[in-house]
């Protein structure tokens, strides 16, 4: 396989058709008909969505090991009005890489076991990965690895980190409902933007173990758009909660719940809250460092081999371990001189750095299969 050819070939058409969460259906029908072309078992439409499942089977007992990429990509609101889709998160690079490894097992062969290739969809709304879990296709997985390509200042082209710490992050929504009065006659009514001064004030002594990295922030805070002497009567608030602790940010959450609704019924005021998104921080098997650690080492080199990293950033790739904690995981960390940072619609990267990604991963795979799960 001359990889670089792959590269160039897949990358540019990849890009070339960016589409947002459970709409990658140009992306989804190009993957699957590369995987067939590689003599992959294909499954489409997998869970009544766009992601696509490839198998490669060696006929011969052993585990499963499954390489998972996302396939859509960030709309950016422009000056007219309307958005433009483009792949700003390199999920473009994920799909260029996660075909190659597809196409060199294919030509490798499998040592025993069984390979399936993820291509998952809405990897940016946090939903695509539950996807394939209800639809049973992590059911039978012993191995899953997951990647993301890297800012600079974390990996360069040529470097490879071999475990990203994902952070455990949880979007919230609420509204607050008061009562709406003259301005003249403040008393008559409950102004929501005064509960919701308390909530965020609140929410700002929330205090969380530094160690855990537990924070909440306060994101959106709408309500007032009538007259200028109405008193306003409903508020939607929004947070941004974050925890390196899986457990904590259970905590946090019921935190954030019980203070918006008891804040507001002090203020006799009514509100709630729901959760819009959330992704589970990363737990990675650690049986799985070293060795990984020793394919990037074989691929790239001393030089190529960086400490693994926290990082505050969510991925849904974490709720495999979660959902299913039999599961052997390891989230790799790709550089390729990405200039502008991801979810900048400027952002570009060196395609050519994917090469090492492909060789590392295709080696973790072969390597997992050869061992009992």
């Known amino acids: 396989m001359d990889i670089q050819k792959h590269i160039h070939k897949v990358w540019p058409f990849l890009h070339s ?145 071999p475990q990203i710490n994902w952070t455990a992050c949880t979007l919230i929504e609420g509204e607050i409902r008061g009562l ?70 259970l905590v946090l959450r019921e935190k954030v719940r019980n203070l918006v609704e008891s804040t507001a019924k002090v203020y006799g005021a009514e509100a709630d809250c729901h959760i819009v998104g959330t992704c589970p921080a990363a737990e990675a098997d650690p049986s799985l460092f070293k060795l990984t650690q020793e394919c990037i080492v074989k691929e790239l080199g001393t030089q190529g081999l960086l400490p693994s990293t926290s990082i505050t950033v969510g991925e849904d790739f974490n709720f495999f371990k979660q959902e299913r904690p039999h599961l052997k995981t390891a989230s790799l960390g790709i550089g390729v001189d990405m200039v502008c940072g991801l979810h900048d619609p400027e952002m570009h990267m060196n395609i050519d750095a994917l090469e090492g990604a492909i060789k590392v991963l295709t080696d973790l795979t072969i390597r997992v299969l050869a061992e009992k799960p």
């Open 17 to 161: 058709i960016p589409e947002p969460a459970f709409q990658e259906v140009k992306t989804a029908a190009f993957l699957a008909n590369r995987l067939r072309e590689l003599g992959y078992e294909v499954e489409e439409n997998v869970g009544d969505t766009t992601a696509v499942v490839g198998i490669l089977d060696s006929g011969k007992p052993g585990p499963t090991a499954a390489v998972r990429s996302d396939m859509d990509c960030l709309l950016f609101k422009q000056s007219d009005g309307s958005n433009k889709a483009i792949h700003a998160c390199g999920h473009d690079a994920h799909m260029t890489t996660v075909l190659g490894v597809a196409e060199l097992l294919k030509e490798q062969g499998l040592p025993c076991g069984k390979v399936k290739i993820l291509f998952q969809p809405a990897e940016e709304i946090g939903k695509g990965a539950l996807v394939l879990l209800d639809a049973g296709v992590l059911d039978d997985v012993d191995y899953a690895f997951g990647f993301h390509v890297m800012p600079s200042d974390m990996a360069k082209a040529g470097q490879i980190i």
């Open 180 to 249: 709406a009065a003259h301005g003249s006659q403040p008393h008559l009514g409950i102004n929501a933007i005064d509960v919701g001064a308390a909530i965020v004030a609140g929410i700002n002594a929330l205090h969380t173990n530094p160690l855990l990295g537990g924070s909440v922030k306060t994101t959106r805070f709408l309500g007032g758009s009538g007259s200028l002497n109405a008193i306003c009567d409903k508020v939607t608030i929004g947070f941004d909660l974050r925890s390196t602790s899986n457990p904590e940010m």
